[in-house]
Nanobody, 124 residues
Framework: QVQLVESGGGLVQAGGSLRLSCAASGLTFSLYTMAWFRQAPGKERDFVAGISWSGGGTVYADSAKGRFTISRDNFKYTVHLQMNSLKPEDTAVYYC?????????????????WGQGIQVTVSS
């Protein structure tokens, strides 16, 4: 049974930082591209950042470039999203996702497994 469990969310002031973590189990982690998506109330689930199975390739949404960094540890089965210079518009539920793909995918339907999501709230 595959499980992706997010942690590290919460409330932060604008300009602050948060580090999200996703712990994976039940899958051969190193075979999966990993990504973070987010969904604000009333909006679609949007791609934020993704990292290839080896960690050698990363892709960022324009909104995340220069502020967010995705990383992974294939020994610990974890993926992280370091978020700096947070803005109120970053407020959303953030989801960790896994795809058995060779490259980073930005479309949610291309992902095989999802975490339950974690709330990130940025106050102005």
């Amino acid at each position: 049974q595959v499980q992706l469990v997010e942690s590290g969310g919460g409330l932060v002031q604008a300009g602050g930082s948060l580090r999200l973590s996703c712990a994976a189990s039940g899958l051969t982690f190193s075979l999966y591209t990993m990504a973070w998506f987010r969904q604000a109330p009333g909006k679609e689930r949007d791609f934020v950042a993704g990292i290839s199975w080896s960690g050698g390739g990363t892709v960022y949404a324009d909104s995340a470039k220069g502020r967010f960094t995705i990383s992974r540890d294939n020994f610990k089965y974890t993926v992280h999203l370091q978020m700096n210079s947070l803005k109120p518009e970053d407020t959303a539920v953030y989801y960790c996702a896994a795809a058995r793909r060779l490259r980073v995918e930005t479309i949610p339907s291309n992902y095989d497994y999802w975490g339950q999501g974690i709330q990130v709230t940025v106050s102005s």
